[in-house]
């Protein structure tokens, strides 16, 4: 996990400098989670970003990376997560659609990743949807499906409220999860900064048993190439199926 982070950071400091000359809209995002699974709580601090850039007739290239550092209060040890992701994406002013693939570690494990999204734009709204597959290798026989619709609606283009449906499936472990989230943004005006709050509720069937989980999330965010939320949302780097989907892992039992 150390050389994805390593190359993460690399591959950051090469496509900076590069916003000077091209159209590059992004973010970097610090964030604190904390969930109560069942009799166990998991505390979180991830941080990340990511950058999206035009090619050639509405052809975007995004790259993002994330580093989630959590914790079980039942272990003694602290965990990790990360993801390094690429998207190709074809993008209007009315839709965006694209693929993905990344990997990154979980669990002592590699985990890669492949999947599809997609987002449609309304004049104060913002729809996505997406389906994701990911599998770990180092010995352990890991995979999972992961699919998840979104909506922001825009009360301002700094202002929104967000709602989230996600449902995840490991078939060989005979588990499932049932995600149901709300949250809202606001940026500051004439500044680049914004802050956050998620509330997700899941419902885990281990087949012979259920438990519930309740995670809360804050996050500080600094944007770059965009004026607004609604700009982001609609023309930055918006795609995030990679690091939504690796988040669920973390709450794996």
């Not at 390593?6 to 950051?12: C, H, R």
């Not at 964030?31 to 699974?37: C, G, L, N, P």
């Amino acid at each position: 996990m150390k050389k994805t982070l390593l190359g993460a950071a690399a591959a950051f400091a090469i496509a900076a400098p590069v916003s000077a000359h091209a159209e590059v809209v992004g973010h970097f995002d610090l964030s604190y989670q904390a969930a109560d699974v069942d009799s166990s709580d998991v505390d979180a601090w991830t941080l990340g970003g990511a950058m999206i850039m035009p090619l050639h007739d509405g052809w975007n290239v995004q790259f993002d990376a994330n580093h989630e550092n959590y914790n079980w209060n039942t272990s003694d040890y602290d965990n990790a997560a990360t993801n390094v992701t690429l998207h190709g994406v074809y993008r209007t002013d009315s839709y965006g659609i694209g693929a993905y693939a990344g990997f990154g570690g979980i669990y002592s494990q590699t985990l890669y990743m492949i999947g599809g999204e997609g987002q449609y734009y309304l004049p104060n709204a913002t729809f996505g949807g997406a389906i994701s597959y990911g599998a770990t290798s180092d010995g352990y026989d890991y995979n999972a499906w992961d699919a998840r619709i979104s909506g922001a609606y825009f009360f301002t283009p700094d202002f929104d409220v967000t709602g989230t449906v996600s449902y995840t499936t490991w078939d060989d472990y005979d588990t499932s999860v049932t995600g149901f989230g709300i949250g809202a943004d606001y940026r500051f005006a004439n500044c680049p900064f914004s802050i956050g709050g998620n509330y997700l509720h899941e419902t885990w069937d281990y087949g012979s048993s259920d438990t519930d989980a309740d995670v809360f999330k804050i996050s500080l965010s600094y944007h770059f190439g965009a004026g607004s939320l609604q700009e982001q949302s609609q023309h930055g780097a918006s795609f995030d199926a990679a690091p939504r989907f690796i988040d669920v892992w973390t709450r794996w039992d």
